[in-house]
């Protein structure tokens, strides 16, 4: 197959949108910075964020890559099928339950980042232990949409997969690192425009190709495979519920959501948005799970692509950019490439800003540099979006399967971070010990549940856990399991240890996280003899002999 030259020329005009609605957002950014924080304007706008332009960048956000040629992936795998598209019903739920319970304790005392009450709660040295899981989350994200964006280039416009990695990483951390969270929500409203138009576009003529039979047919009945609808087994039900939880709970805490919640001008504001914005991936998602249904009632023998099957050669993860290199014209196609472009770069630059927004005020302002000037902090915030995206793009050159990256992703953040914030919140007095035992009693239940595509065989086998292909699977909800454990031992060990500090049980002096005030110390009281009673001696002095 030769270079789409049509393709290439679309493709860059799209990037150079991006960067010059980047540049301007980059202005606008100056001119928010004579009436508030510099750092404060780069990281959450000023606060004065509009409910437009805040609903679009959240949707956009959370519409990624990963997301979009996931879903796909997951429809057309025989394997799985509709029935196991989770991420629209779970972010429907995570935007609904965030914005009930999380938006107005996280606005009430004007927080910067997510990080703020966790350092508030559990001191500086915890509070960086916990920024881990959530870079990890983010850089693991941009790598897993990067890695997206590279199997479309390479399938439609028939080039090296790394330099639509390289080309795509450069313009979002150069758009970013200029306009700071104006450049993101500006260029996410055009992005989301774009991929809804792309996407749509394509489907009518996927669907309407000669070598597809009729999808509501296949839908559930056998013809090319098993009806793409899917299947869910009653022994499959608890790891169904387990990842169903897994993305509406676990989608929560993260600097992405909270940043446009800061964002947000009021708390009624933020709440819209994030209730909205659940919506509008459902919306979003609707033409991937019919180009995965398409794929699933293709006759390839009939197209140019041919036979073994795009499952039967391993490249269901680029299912999506298949179709529309095979399904759909050459115009079309290069439309729907621009969609997946957006897609990336609408979450990828998010992800970025995250990252680096934590960094800086966090890690840097609050640990290692208190007196640190604005100028500073946004010079940091610029350094680490240059090294984070150069690190998520180097991580994108190894990912085998987009969806199991993407969703990897976030589970040290489910399963440490969303007890230690619930706590912080919800859960009054607990305190540095509890949050340090959660944190390592989690991370160790985790690892040692294993992990398929790490190839790290599992040292528990919960119940359900079983063999398949050679690979242990565990059945068990063992991921939900992790984090309530998690969030069960934050609070036991801490009102265990404040209970033993107050009885004077432990020493004081033992207590080296400052937990227990001196205030709130009990001092023993002095036994009463039940026959003699108490007798108390009253001892007048005289100032005025003390002073002669």
Same mark, same amino acid.
């Given at each position: 197959m030769a270079l789409n030259i049509p393709g290439l020329v679309a493709t860059i005009v799209f990037y150079a949108i991006m960067l010059a609605t980047g540049i301007w957002a980059a202005w606008k950014t100056k001119k928010e910075e004579k009436n508030a924080n510099r750092s404060e304007v780069a990281m959450v706008g000023g606060r004065n964020m509009n409910i437009f332009v805040g609903l679009f960048t959240t949707t956009a956000t959370w519409v990624g890559g990963g997301y979009i040629n996931g879903t796909?992936?997951?429809?057309?795998?025989?394997?799985?099928?509709?029935?196991?598209?989770?991420?629209?019903?779970?972010?429907?739920?995570?935007?609904?339950?965030?914005?009930?319970?999380?938006?107005?304790?996280?606005?009430?005392?004007?927080?910067?980042?997510?990080?703020?009450?966790?350092?508030?709660?559990?001191?500086?040295?915890?509070?960086?232990?916990?920024?881990?899981?959530?870079?990890?989350?983010?850089?693991?994200?941009?790598?897993?949409?990067?890695?997206?964006?590279?199997?479309?280039?390479?399938?439609?416009?028939?080039?090296?997969?790394?330099?639509?990695?390289?080309?795509?990483?450069?313009?979002?951390?150069?758009?970013?690192?200029?306009?700071?969270?104006?450049?993101?929500?500006?260029t996410d409203v055009i992005q989301l425009v774009f991929m809804m138009v792309s996407l749509w576009t394509c489907v009518p003529f996927a669907l309407l190709n000669s070598a597809t039979e009729n999808i509501y047919y296949t839908a559930v009945n056998e013809f090319y495979q098993i009806p793409w609808i899917g299947k869910l087994e009653t022994e499959y039900l608890g790891r169904w519920l387990d990842e169903l939880l897994y993305v509406?709970?676990?989608?929560?805490?993260?600097?992405?959501?909270?940043?446009?919640?800061?964002?947000?001008?009021?708390?009624?504001?933020?709440?819209?948005?994030?209730?909205?914005?659940?919506?509008?991936?459902?919306?979003?998602?609707?033409?991937?799970?019919?180009?995965?249904?398409?794929?699933?009632?293709?006759?390839?023998?009939?197209?140019?692509?041919?036979?073994?099957?795009?499952?039967?050669?391993?490249?269901?993860?680029?299912?999506?950019?298949?179709?529309?290199?095979?399904?759909?014209?050459?115009?079309?196609?290069?439309?729907?490439l621009g969609a997946i472009a957006a897609a990336v770069m609408s979450s990828a630059d998010s992800a970025l800003l995250s990252a680096s927004s934590m960094l800086a005020h966090n890690i840097y302002r609050k640990i290692l540099r208190k007196k640190a000037t604005e100028k500073e902090v946004v010079c940091i915030m610029r350094v680490s979006m240059v090294v984070f995206g150069a690190a998520a793009a180097g991580l994108a050159f190894l990912s085998n399967s987009v969806y199991d990256l993407w969703f990897l992703s976030g589970e040290l953040v489910y399963a440490l971070l969303f007890p230690q914030l619930c706590c912080v919140l919800f859960i009054p007095n607990t305190n540095t010990y509890g949050s340090a035992a959660g944190f390592f009693f989690g991370f160790l239940l985790r690892l040692l549940a294993?992990?398929?595509?790490?190839?790290?065989?599992p040292v528990i086998h919960y119940p359900g856990c079983c063999l398949v292909d050679g690979v242990y699977v565990q059945l068990f909800p063992f991921k939900t399991f992790t984090m309530l454990l998690t969030l069960g031992t934050i609070v036991a060990v801490s009102y265990l240890v404040a209970f033993l500090f107050k009885r004077n049980i432990l020493p004081h002096g033992w207590d080296v996280c400052?937990?227990?005030?001196?205030?709130?110390?009990?001092?023993?009281? #002095?036994?009463?003899?039940?026959?003699?009673?108490?007798?108390?001696?009253?001892?007048?002095?005289? #100032?005025?002999?003390?002073?002669?």
């Open positions: 796909s992936e997951i429809v057309y795998l025989p394997t799985r099928g509709l029935a196991w598209v989770l991420a629209p019903v779970g972010y429907v739920l995570a935007f609904i339950i965030g914005g009930l319970f999380f938006v107005k304790p996280m606005r009430s005392k004007s927080y910067v980042t997510m990080m703020d009450p966790l350092q508030e709660t559990y001191g500086n040295t915890m509070g960086t232990l916990l920024f881990l899981p959530t870079l990890i989350g983010d850089v693991f994200w941009f790598a897993a949409i990067l890695s997206a964006l590279g199997a479309t280039m390479s399938v439609i416009l028939d080039i090296r997969g790394y330099l639509a990695i390289i080309i795509s990483a450069c313009t979002v951390i150069l758009y970013t690192l200029l306009g700071g969270l104006y450049s993101v929500a500006y509406a709970l676990g989608s929560i805490p993260w600097q992405i959501y909270f940043q446009r919640v800061l964002a947000a001008s009021s708390t009624r504001q933020a709440r819209l948005t994030s209730y909205f914005a659940g919506f509008g991936c459902v919306f979003m998602v609707i033409p991937s799970v019919l180009i995965g249904a398409v794929a699933a009632s293709t006759d390839w023998n009939q197209t140019s692509y041919g036979l073994p099957t795009p499952n039967e050669r391993g490249e269901s993860s680029m299912i999506l950019p298949i179709v529309l290199q095979y399904l759909c014209p050459t115009y079309v196609s290069v439309a729907g294993g992990e398929p595509s790490l190839k790290i065989p400052s937990v227990i005030k001196e205030s709130e110390a009990s001092v023993p009281l #002095p036994e009463l003899d039940e026959q003699a009673g108490l007798q108390i001696n009253i001892v007048y002095i005289n #100032p005025i002999e003390i002073h002669t």
